[in-house]
């Protein structure tokens, strides 16, 4: 059921001549109760695919603030097996916005790839960004997702050269993440006349679209990057809002609306 | 699958171009790392045939840390025991107390070559990032140690000497505030600042080529217990002990003896208050395959594939993780994995410190723990070599403490 949700979203936008906007979140941060409302929300505020963290114990890639979340998300009990769930619940009211799951490979390891692969499958997920899988190591799961239709996403860096850029672009599908600075998630030095040149590098080597994570912050970024790239993905600024209202929870979701509004606006007034 | 004698004897126990050991091993990390990583594989395929690498490297195992090291017969407490000859392999005669060194060394020098001013290194004992300080002190780098808050605390005179010798030690709050904690957080400093800096692993773990690297550096302590054992017995040891955290002192012993099969081959993890406690960390004897800081290898986690947080009296074991090569080992029938509890570990520091006049290091306590019971079972003829990978005068605060015994 899922065949290529992502796809016909940015065929769709770029029909209209409009820019992707890509929230993240952790699934079940800070309990599982808040994830469905929070992505119906982000929704409603203007959000075109949701990328929804799968929380794990030791993220890396991540900065301090997304550790936090995910270190909420695992003590407020959330499993792999409840974040998914959360799709099939989003799913029952929303069968047009595309969901992709982001995550590190262990715990999907630990579901087992192809019982993963099923279980996105019937939960209504479209794509996967698993972080610590570069396709250099690709295995059963990468086997399962493509059975399955669903797209693997991947990321590229400042720092990937020409020929690794021509690899990734082969494994993508859907649209590849591009990392716009060197560093982990929440870093704040983001120069944005660094990143479209950047980007209209990768074009020549890359045929889907590119979205561009790593330091949006701001309505005027968000409009900057989404002035050369196909979409912003925009994470640790609604993790920290997240994380500032732990104790008040049912005000989430609109505390997230109230970021993600003024980024549309911008987005939309830029294109 | 365990392989027959005669595979194990042909082969050549290298990773394949990709870093992998068998399943094991890899690249599991962001692509933000893979052009560091791919740099530092390059540096170091070229490198380690340089002559004047090669030469530097030697020298500085020579004059600043003191090797070749002695191997020692530990008569009284083979004796004692009435089983097997016991040696130690003596690295925690090394300069800075154990066998960290030889790999920091190598890497600092890898620095130097590629031109990187800054180091970092994660530590969980204390006894890499004191190694780290002191290369990059003698060799003028800049040097930053991330340490887990809890191990800041548990270690603190590794700390003050980290410090003396002019090293950032940034205590790591998140998550269990140990180990893996730290190495989180080093591999984010990495990642922010690649251009500069250089990033020193202290364990076999980690991307590819980082296992390849720590263990070439530390195989210098397998090389030498082959000539020196022949000197002393005429033939090389019946068995190989070491203590496996990450594995590095471990791999360094056995490396060289791979396609020797007449060896056997024991590597000994933290068995914390048992093996059927969940309070351990031993991921060889209780845990699977799963992915971890950027390899493929055994590891403790729970059923939703969180890493667990592990348990050990000794700080240097305490690591959810192992290197894919012990993993691999493992699988493969070469090596054998068992564990020793924080019991029996306390039990043979007191007694080896007490019959053969040497403080061991908690860590290596586990690997003679194990060679106590393993030669009991052997004859008074055969040999054991233990790698006495660091000595204990970091540790007595611990055991001091243990034991309800206030030094201050």
């Known amino acids: 059921m899922s065949s290529n949700r992502i796809q016909q979203r940015m065929d769709a936008l770029s029909a209209i001549g409009r820019k992707a906007l890509i929230p993240y979140i952790v699934a079940g941060d800070p309990t599982p109760s808040v994830t469905v409302p929070a992505m119906h929300a982000m929704v409603e505020a203007g959000a075109d695919i949701i990328e929804l963290g799968m929380p794990f114990s030791d993220p890396f890639a991540d900065g301090p603030v997304n550790q936090r979340g995910a270190e909420r998300a695992i003590a407020g009990g959330t499993t792999l097996r409840s974040v998914l769930d959360a799709v099939s619940e989003f799913r029952q009211t929303d069968q047009q916005t595309p969901v992709v799951l982001m995550g590190y490979l262990n715990p999907v390891i630990a579901m087992g790839e192809t019982a993963f692969c099923d279980a996105c499958e019937k939960s209504g997920v479209d794509g996967l960004l698993i972080v610590d899988m570069p396709p250099e190591e690709e295995g059963s799961l990468v086997k399962g997702a493509r059975d399955r239709g669903l797209d693997l996403i991947y990321l590229a860096a400042p720092t990937t050269t020409d020929a690794r850029l021509a690899t990734i672009g082969q494994a993508t599908s859907g649209y590849l993440y591009y990392v716009s600075l060197k560093g982990i998630t929440g870093s704040s030095k983001l120069d944005t006349s660094e990143v479209k040149e950047r980007i209209e590098h990768i074009r020549q080597h890359v045929s889907v679209p590119i979205c561009v994570g790593f330091g949006i912050r701001t309505a005027e970024d968000a409009a900057a990057i989404s002035s050369t790239a196909d979409g912003s993905i925009v994470g640790t600024v609604l993790v920290s809002q997240v994380e500032s209202l732990t104790n008040d929870p049912a005000k989430i979701p609109e505390a997230l609306q109230s970021i993600l509004k003024p980024m549309r606006e911008a987005m939309d007034a830029n294109a | ?60 195992l020579a004059s600043f840390v003191g090797r070749p090291s002695p191997l020692y017969h530990a008569e009284r407490w083979s004796k004692a025991i009435g089983g097997a000859q016991i040696y130690f392999k003596r690295e925690d005669l090394n300069h800075t107390g154990a066998h960290k060194v030889n790999n920091t060394i190598g890497q600092a020098l890898l620095a130097k070559y590629s031109g990187k001013p800054r180091v970092i290194a994660e530590t969980g004992a204390g006894q890499h990032g004191v190694a780290s300080a002191t290369v990059a002190a003698r060799l003028g780098l800049e040097c930053v140690v991330y340490m887990g808050a809890d191990d800041v605390e548990r270690q603190s005179p590794n700390v003050y000497r980290m410090k003396l010798l002019g090293a950032t030690v940034v205590p790591v709050e998140s998550g269990s505030r140990t180990l893996k904690d730290a190495l989180n957080e080093a591999m984010r400093d990495w990642v922010t600042n690649v251009d500069d800096t250089f990033y020193i692993i202290g364990t076999v773990a980690g991307p590819a080529p980082y296992p390849q690297i720590v263990r070439d550096f530390n195989a210098v ?125 306390l039990h043979a520091f007191h007694e080896v410190s007490q019959v053969e006049g040497i403080i061991p290091a908690l860590e290596t306590a586990h690997a003679l723990a194990y060679t106590k019971t393993l030669a009991a079972t052997m004859r008074p003829d055969q040999t054991v070599v233990v790698n006495m990978s660091g000595r204990g005068d970091k540790d007595i605060f611990t055991v001091a403490k243990l034991e309800g015994i206030s030094l201050t």
């Open chain 2, 1 to 60: 699958m365990a392989l027959t004698e005669q595979e194990l004897r042909s082969l050549d126990y290298e990773p394949d171009t990709g870093g992998h050991f068998g399943d094991y091993g890899g690249r599991y990390v962001s692509e933000t790392l893979m052009a560091a990583l791919s740099e530092l594989d390059q540096n170091y395929q070229k490198l380690k045939n340089d002559p004047d690498f090669q030469r530097e490297f030697d020298a500085d």
């Open chain 2, 221 to 345: 302590v397998g090389r030498e217990v082959k000539w020196q054992s022949k000197e002393l017995f005429g033939q090389y040891p019946d068995a190989l002990v070491a203590c496996v955290g990450g594995g590095s002192n471990a791999i360094g012993l056995f490396y060289p003896f791979l396609k020797d099969t007449e060896v056997a081959i024991y590597g000994v993890e933290a068995a914390g208050r048992g093996l059927s406690t969940r309070q351990h960390a031993a991921p060889l004897c209780s845990g699977r395959p799963g992915v971890l800081h950027g390899a493929k290898t055994y590891l403790m986690d729970n059923n939703d594939g969180q890493i667990a947080h592990t348990h050990s009296v000794s700080a240097g074991l305490d690591y959810p993780g192992v290197g894919p090569e012990h993993a691999y080992l493992k699988d493969i029938g070469r090596a054998n994995y068992v564990g020793a509890t924080d019991d029996e570990a």
